[in-house]
């Protein structure tokens, strides 16, 4: 059985309204990018390249005007909103700047959280095997978010992606609140992780020195991909 691709962008567009007079102004032009499971493609560029864009369109939360968005062999062009909604939550991890975690719960129950959030049954075991798996000790795992460090709740931060086992990862500048180390350790393990856990993750990133560890990486200009 072949295994589809975790994503595919297909001559992708996207515009905004710039302004008064009825103007456009183009964030994704004519994007084609296909993301293999266990694959890391990074997505390098300057501020305003269309980084962010191109991460909403992948992540499902904005639809493109033009083009088409295959999330793990799912076309997402005529799938209605509900349907859209499951498909991100059952298939697509995020990875955000901030790692965004809630202030009153642990780096356990943050993922068993998301268990909640998904109306499925909490797993407590898959949770602390996570935690383990992004090299958390045990005894990090009852600390809530500001008895951590910043790399330690970038960590909490992927765990929580992965615990719903998605096809998909999508990363926004995690080492960008990080010094060097610990950012050259975020990026070791995401690369770690993608493996492991067969996801074919995309990160995108301004920082040009923490690209070593990707398969691929593709430079970022003026909303086209290179």
Do not use: C
Not at 13 to 20: I, K, N, S
Not at 25 to 31: E, P, Q, S
Not at 160 to 187: F, K, N
Request: hydrophobic fraction near 40%; proline fraction near 5%.
């Amino acid at each position: 059985m072949t295994v589809p691709p975790a994503l595919v962008l297909e001559d992708v567009g996207l515009t905004y309204p710039d302004g008064d007079g009825g103007r456009r102004l183009t964030a994704l032009d004519g994007i084609r990018l296909t993301v293999a499971p266990g694959e890391l493609v990074a997505v390098a560029g300057p501020s305003g390249s269309g980084k962010s864009s191109l991460l909403a369109v992948a992540a499902t939360l904005l639809r493109p005007d033009t083009g088409r968005v295959v999330v793990a062999g799912h076309d997402t062009a005529g799938l209605r909103p509900r349907a859209l909604a499951a498909l991100r939550r059952d298939r697509v991890g995020i990875v955000f700047q901030q790692a965004n975690l809630l202030p009153s719960l642990t780096a356990e129950e943050q993922l068993l959280a998301v268990a909640h959030l998904r109306g499925a049954p909490r797993d407590r075991i898959r949770a602390r095997e996570l935690l383990e798996s992004v090299g958390l000790s045990a005894a990090t795992w009852r600390r809530r978010p500001h008895q951590l460090s910043g790399g330690e709740r970038q960590r909490v931060n992927i765990a929580r992606a992965l615990y719903g086992q998605p096809s998909v990862l999508l990363v926004d500048e995690p080492t960008s609140a990080l010094d060097r180390a610990r950012g050259e350790a975020v990026t070791d393990l995401l690369a770690t992780v993608t493996r492991r856990h067969g996801t074919g993750t995309v990160l995108v990133t301004h920082d040009t020195g923490l690209l070593g560890r990707a398969d691929r990486v593709l430079h970022m200009s003026d909303g086209r991909l290179a």
